[in-house]
Nanobody, 127 residues
C-alpha cells in the first residue's frame, strides 16, 4: 500500500510562485508513475502534470505549460510541482497520485488510472 502526503500550497498572489511536494511511502517509489491533479469547486478533477517512473517522460496540461514543472527525486521518494506565474484560475485543491506500472517511460493522465491518492493541499491564488 502506497501512502502519499502533500505539502506546500496556501494563499499566494497572482504572479507568485509556489512549490508543492509529495512524499511517498510504502512502495518502491522508483517504479511508480506519478501525477499531480487539481480540483476546483464545482469542477471535475483534472490532470495538471504527470511523470513516468524513470522521470524521463513528462506531461503538462496546456494551461500550465511553461509555468509549472514536475520533477521527482527517486532517492528521496518525492515528487514536486514547481508553479510559477500563478493565476487565479490555478486556485484548486491539488492532489498527488501514484500507480504501479512496469512501463518505465509511460505517464498516465486520467484519474481512473491511478490507485493511490494524497489528501490534497489547497492552493489559492488571489488577484
Amino acid at each position: 500500500q502506497v501512502q502519499l502526503v502533500e505539502s506546500g500550497g496556501g494563499l499566494v498572489q497572482a504572479g507568485d510562485s509556489a512549490r508543492l511536494s509529495c512524499a511517498a511511502s510504502g512502495g518502491t517509489f522508483s517504479t511508480l508513475p506519478m501525477g499531480w491533479f487539481r480540483q476546483a469547486p464545482g469542477k471535475e478533477r483534472e490532470i495538471v502534470a504527470a511523470i513516468s517512473s524513470s522521470g524521463g517522460s513528462l506531461y503538462y496540461v496546456d494551461s500550465v505549460k511553461g509555468r509549472f514543472t514536475i520533477s521527482r527525486d527517486n532517492a528521496k521518494n518525492t515528487v514536486s510541482l514547481q508553479m510559477s506565474m500563478l493565476k487565479p484560475d490555478d486556485t484548486a485543491v491539488y492532489y498527488c497520485a501514484a500507480r504501479q506500472s512496469s512501463l518505465r517511460s509511460t505517464y498516465y493522465t486520467q484519474p481512473a488510472q491511478y490507485s493511490y491518492w494524497g489528501q490534497g493541499t489547497q492552493v489559492t491564488v488571489s488577484s
